[in-house]
């Protein structure tokens, strides 16, 4: 079982910045701590959880949703089990509860079942 623990939510104005995090580590010593893929999703009030962004084990590949291409970055840190996702020029309709995942994929998956583990999730709200 890997533990995932997002940090960094919060609320911001239209056009800001803000940078989330998710360290990972595992329950059990037969588990790798770290997951060949991670990445962020999100859900909205009202709304079904959606793909934001992955990133593969070595970082060479990355998948962003249309929504956040060329706003957001995700980066990870293999030695340190840390994901982050750096967000800038955020909008109101980036608010939401932002979740960490990672899976055994060899791919950047953007569907849930791409992924095994998951946070808790963290609160993102943008005001006008």
């Known amino acids: 079982q890997v533990q995932l623990v997002e940090s960094g939510g919060g609320l911001v104005q239209t056009g800001g910045s803000l940078r989330l995090s998710c360290a990972a580590s595992a329950r059990t010593i037969n588990i790798p701590t770290s997951p060949i893929t991670m990445g962020w999703f999100r859900q909205a009030p009202g709304k079904a959880r959606e793909f934001v962004a992955g990133i593969s084990w070595s970082g060479g590949s990355t998948s962003y949703s249309d929504s956040v291409k060329g706003r957001f970055a995700i980066y990870r840190d293999n030695a340190q089990k840390n994901l982050g996702l750096q967000m800038n020029s955020l909008k109101p309709e980036d608010t939401a509860v932002y979740y960490c995942?990672?899976?055994?994929?060899?791919?950047?998956?953007?569907?849930?079942?791409?992924?095994?583990?998951w946070g808790q999730g963290t609160q993102v709200t943008v005001s006008a």
């Open positions: 995942t990672a899976g055994y994929s060899s791919v950047v998956g953007t569907e849930q079942n791409d992924y095994r583990f």
